[in-house]
């Protein structure tokens, strides 16, 4: 029971740090919204891989350090490991989890009972933010990626794919 609540917390921590960074504080800026929401991604993802940095050595292989990410690192979050891992051996990897748990709940239709030509344009606004919101989400994920790998010696950029929700794919490119 204790692990629910702990998850259903996080699920709307999360909800509503991206409802504030996307609808009150940058409303109009949403790249700037990404980024802040990102940054705090970074941050909770180099503090979650902490205790990892003081049991291990640094990586110095970036496939062992993508590989821990899939395995341990995930597995502490989300009680799972990746569905599948591919790389083409120049330092792009891609994460696929085919349920992933922080937009498992999302939907990009969002139902409206009312045809008035006069909410077409609310709607059409609607449906807009209800497409951009997993990905508003996927920054702070891709920020959380980023910041442990960082914090395992890796730099990287980190994005992310939606397109089948609620599978997701993570994309990180390895920085030179």
């Known amino acids: 029971m204790g692990r629910e609540v702990s998850e ?3 699920d709307s921590l999360l909800t509503e740090m991206v409802s504030m960074y996307c609808n009150r504080l940058y409303a109009n800026k949403p790249e700037l919204a990404a980024s802040r929401i990102d940054a705090i991604g970074y941050q909770v993802g180099h503090q979650l891989s902490e205790r990892y940095t003081m049991e ?6 970036h496939l062992d ?44 239709d969002p139902s409206s009972e009312n045809g008035d030509l006069s909410q077409e344009n609310s709607e059409a606004a609607d449906e807009s933010k209800a497409a951009q919101e997993p990905n508003m989400h996927l920054h702070f994920s891709c920020g959380v990626i980023k910041g442990a ?21 993570f994309v990180v490119r390895i920085k030179p």
Do not use: Y
Not at 68 to 97: A, P
């Open 8 to 10: 259903s917390c996080v």
């Open 56 to 61: 291990r050595p640094r990586f110095t292989d």
């Open 65 to 108: 350090a993508i590989k821990f990410i899939c395995k341990d690192f995930w597995s502490e979050l989300f009680k799972k490991q990746i569905d599948n891992l591919k790389t083409n051996h120049r330092g792009t990897f891609v994460l696929q989890d085919n349920r992933f748990r922080w937009v498992s709940r999302m939907s990009l």
């Open 149 to 169: 790998l960082h914090n395992l010696g890796i730099a990287c950029a980190v994005s992310a794919d939606t397109s089948q929700l609620p599978a997701c794919s």
